[in-house]
């Protein structure tokens, strides 16, 4: 091992809204300096349509961050440069884009340089429904492999070759222009070695395994004659693309000359293959074997790993996919989520924030500076105030059962096209009491994953979390943690999904032999534990059984 101030390393973690580079001391995982960049165009709302559930992200955005970001860390420590080892990133998924034949997003090319369908596919894109229903009719009847059987049985939207067949049956242009199809974990590494040739562009197992079908089972992705049989054009994306997979502990290459000019930083620097947020950002939390990761934010995304020798012939129904490496090597990595969690409680707040919007901020009797300032103040004030009338609230007092579906049902059992409901309404329903049943939604979603995992002989012996509601709502934790009836560990590290990894570029470089040593010394441990209340588990109990009677109703009518 090199002497202590020699190892440096940088983790870049992609999220939704925003980039954000940390600079780490591999040696203790000590956090020297973070620098976040937030997307412009994405800000501005281009290339969406939140009603058509469109979400697309250009890939200057990325670009942009990842020069901003790093020169942003080095630029708070200038004298470390020199000693940085590795660099590794993290992106949201399934975030795929169209490439031409030298790996260049279609997007950074003139005639398309404004077009929606050649952006990146953002993860929460729901627009590839119908292709979504065509994949799993097809797993179902047409007399080969079931090539979503480690994908939990149900193929989603929200994933590979869902967006690559909706894309190439609407846009003529961009499926005559496309030469390969590339997730945003594999493409920025690739981009930053100067080897985005896609024919030989290394593929991520996480992205692959649990978004695009590949497994050992079958030697890789899915047949030609699977695919051809959607669309002619899904085999030649496939056979433009390697089957072999990567986990993030291998090396991708090196710093290209040109990146290396761009961020100050020596060509010797080693890039790590990608992953997915929330996979690594396990890894940062400190995930080991039986314990549930969720990352809590915007969504969530629910992580959990199991040795490989104990998952022979288990295959798990209705999740997000497992997947050997995934998120640690020889470990098998199980993925589920929710397709909205904060996003709920940020709806209600721009629900009820539709009069001060465009009542107030039309107020003849207040002046302009006054209008914004209290714009601003309640716009703070808001989810807070909410949060203490919720707290009064009793348990089961209100009579509201809400579904946590607003953007569809990712697990268990994906179903894009479900809706969220809320019930029970009365004409003392206030807007506290709403809040609590959305918050206790959410709860339940989480808790209807930790049954399927149970039903399905998966034990879970603890729950880790981590992410902006993780850190930011005892009142959410504390429902989340009576209604699993389980301790809730909280990461201490505020970037724990670029912790992780930095974790595994400190293991590209070779401080480490493994992840699971990088974490023993770069782990930041835990801040805090929620515990259950037993008399509020045992409430929340008969909530939960309400809250499945309503979903399996609406359900069921909504067929």
Same mark, same amino acid.
């Given at each position: ?20 580079? +940390? ?10 300096? +973070? ?72 997007? %950074? ?38 090539? &979503? ?30 030469? &390969? ?19 030989? +562009? ?63 930083? &020596? ?25 549930? &990761? ?123 096209? %479900? ?141």
């Amino acid at each position: 091992m090199n002497t202590p101030k020699e190892n440096y390393v940088i983790g870049v973690d992609y999220g939704t809204d925003s980039v954000r580079a +940390l600079l780490v001391d591999a040696n203790n995982g000590e956090e020297f300096a +973070l620098s976040v960049f937030e997307y412009p165009r994405w800000k501005q709302g281009l290339y969406c349509n939140a009603a058509k559930n469109q979400f697309r992200q250009h890939p200057l955005d990325y670009i942009e961050g990842i020069e901003f970001t790093i020169l942003g860390v080095l630029r708070q420590c200038p004298d470390v440069a020199k000693n940085v080892k590795a660099i590794s990133i993290d992106t949201t998924g399934s975030t795929p884009i169209a490439v031409d034949k030298t790996g260049t997003p279609l997007a %950074l090319r003139p005639e398309f340089s404004e077009n929606s369908n050649a952006m990146f596919v953002l993860w929460k894109d729901h627009t590839a429904i119908k292709e979504a229903d065509d994949i799993n009719h097809q797993c179902r009847t047409w007399g080969g492999v079931d090539f &979503s059987k480690y994908s939990g049985g149900i193929y989603s939207s929200e994933w590979y070759w869902a967006k690559v067949l909706h894309i190439i049956r609407e846009d003529q242009k961009i499926a005559n222009q496309a030469f &390969s199809w590339v997730e945003h974990c594999d493409w920025l590494p690739a981009l930053l070695t100067g080897q985005t040739n896609p024919l030989t +562009l290394k593929r991520s197992r996480c992205a692959a395994g649990h978004k695009a079908m590949w497994h050992k089972e079958w030697d890789g992705f899915p047949s030609n004659d699977f695919l051809s049989k959607l669309d002619e054009r899904l085999s030649v994306v496939k056979n433009n693309m390697p089957a072999e997979t990567i986990t993030a502990d291998e090396i991708l290459g090196t710093l290209s000359q040109e990146w290396a000019q761009r961020l100050g930083l &020596s060509q010797t620097v080693l890039i790590g293959s990608g992953a997915f947020d929330a996979h690594i950002g396990a890894v940062g939390g400190e995930i080991k074997p039986y314990y549930l &990761s969720k990352v809590i934010g915007t969504s969530t995304c629910d992580m959990l790993i199991v040795p490989t020798a104990e998952t022979q012939n288990v295959v798990v129904k209705g999740i997000c996919g497992q997947v050997d490496g995934s998120i640690i090597p020889n470990m098998e990595g199980m993925e589920a989520g929710q397709s909205a969690f904060g996003d709920i409680y940020a709806w209600f707040k721009k629900l009820l924030m539709w009069p001060v919007e465009n009542i107030l901020s039309t107020s003849e009797i207040l002046d302009i500076q006054i209008r914004e300032k209290l714009k601003q103040e309640i716009s703070s004030k808001l989810i807070i105030k909410l949060t203490e009338e919720a707290a009064k609230i009793p348990i089961a007092e209100s009579g509201i059962v809400a579904l946590d579906w607003m953007n569809g049902r990712r697990t268990p059992d994906a179903n894009q096209t %479900l809706k969220g409901v809320i019930a029970g309404l009365n004409l003392g329903s206030d807007a506290p009491r709403i809040f609590r049943a959305l918050v206790e939604a959410t709860a339940f979603g989480s808790k209807a994953i930790v049954e399927r995992f149970l039903s399905e002989e998966i034990r879970i012996d603890g729950v880790i979390a981590l992410g902006g509601v993780a850190k930011k709502s005892p009142f959410v934790m504390q429902i989340l943690a009576d209604v699993l009836n389980m301790p809730i560990q909280v990461v201490a590290s505020e970037q724990a999904c670029a912790l992780g990894a930095a974790m595994y570029a400190a293991v590209v470089a070779g401080i480490y032999p493994n992840v699971n040593e990088a974490q023993i010394n770069m782990g930041q441990g835990f801040e805090k534990t929620y515990y259950p209340i037993t008399e509020n588990a045992e409430k929340y109990e008969v909530l939960f059984n309400q809250y499945s009677n309503l979903g399996n109703l609406i359900e069921k009518n909504s067929l």
